[in-house]
């Protein structure tokens, strides 16, 4: 393997963007697929499966070895409120290191979130300084629409790769009339999963965390390349 | 959650650019019951200094020697272990499983 191509590994996993290396078992040459150059590619296919995967392997019946790099889910969740304290240890439980921003402050404590990363500012404040990217699964879980939309409308522009929302279908047509009129495209609006979760008749806050990670899971292990 | 290897090929990275004869092994097929997923890499520099794991220990050091001799002739090798091999007792695959490795040089 060329220097340069372990460079551009390590460089696109310090930037977090998805990549596979090439390598050929019989001492070829080896290449490094990325997102901006997956299309068209001779393997195209099976390297998109790796991608949702996010296993590395040979590709059967060659004797090629993709090594697949998918940086590491992030998880950021709009509202301290009960169903995020039923869903931070089931998070944790599927990898990911859930981030709660709620700029009420009567919510967001470190009594009611123990060892959580709590931002208690405005979605405006706080989301920057995450760097949400493609590789976020984005959750609004507060209701009020003072702190969802620009939070929303943030996940947007970053293309998370799963964005939901709390509230019921009235809600969400009500929530869908303000995002458009605040500018988001239709396109966007219509990227929301809401009623968020997948629907088993979840009721309590931890059924109800239950279907926000399981259509998380689907999102990222479907959806992703 | 799914990139594990960062700070193994980040330093495989850093001894070669000090200049350091560095070769990688991955773990690229298991049968059985392996104790390291495919995809696990172990670095090694010309010195025999080695980060990461491709087997949790059992044939780490068969991996290294091959390794050392990758780097001396730039040429990559492909390395089986298992029960059927007399080399993986010696180096002792006691999970039964078999793996197969990778090793090339870097540069």
């Not at chain 1, 296993?55 to 019946?61: D, Q, W």
């Not at chain 1, 409120?81 to 998070?91: D, E």
């Not at chain 2, 010195?47 to 780490?60: A, H, I």
Request: with cysteine; net charge negative; glycine share 10%.
């Amino acid at each position: 393997m060329r220097l340069e191509l372990l460079k551009a590994l390590n460089a696109a996993r310090a930037e977090r963007r998805a990549a596979v290396l090439v390598t050929d078992l019989d001492g070829g040459e080896a290449r490094l697929v990325t997102e901006a150059t997956l299309a068209g590619d001779p393997l195209e296919e099976p390297i998109r499966a790796a991608l949702r995967s996010g296993r590395s392997g040979v590709v059967e019946g060659t004797r090629t070895f993709l090594t697949v790099q998918v940086p590491p889910a992030k998880m950021v969740v709009i509202g301290a409120v009960h169903i995020s304290q039923a869903l931070v240890p089931m998070a944790r439980m599927l990898g990911y290191d859930p981030v709660i921003v709620d700029p009420r402050t009567a919510f967001a404590t470190p009594e009611r979130f123990p060892d959580v990363t709590l931002l208690a500012e405005w979605p405006d404040e706080a989301l920057p300084k995450l760097k949400v990217d493609r590789f976020t699964a984005f959750i609004a879980l507060t209701h009020d629409p003072k702190i969802d939309d620009p939070a929303l409308l943030h996940a947007f522009e970053r293309s998370c790769f799963y964005i939901g929302a709390l509230g019921s279908r009235k809600t969400h047509a009500k929530r869908v009339e303000r995002l458009t009129g605040k500018g988001a495209s239709p396109e966007a609006v219509a990227r929301i999963k809401a009623p968020i979760g997948l629907a088993i008749g979840a009721i309590s806050p931890a059924e109800i965390a239950v279907s926000i990670l399981a259509e998380v899971t689907q999102a990222w292990r479907q959806g992703i390349a | 959650m799914i990139s594990t290897d960062d700070d193994i090929l980040t330093t495989a990275e850093a001894w070669a650019k000090a200049g350091k004869g560095v070769a990688v092994a991955t773990v690229v097929e298991t049968w059985g019951s392996a104790p390291r997923p495919i995809g696990s890499h172990l670095v090694i520099d010309e010195g025999g200094t080695f980060l990461g794991s491709v087997s949790g220990g059992c044939v780490e050091g068969e991996v290294v020697t091959e390794a050392l001799d990758v780097i001396g002739s730039g040429k990559a090798k492909l390395l089986e272990f298992g029960v059927a091999d007399e080399t993986a007792w010696r180096a002792g695959l006691s999970c039964g499983g078999r793996i197969a490795v990778y090793v090339e040089k870097v540069g």
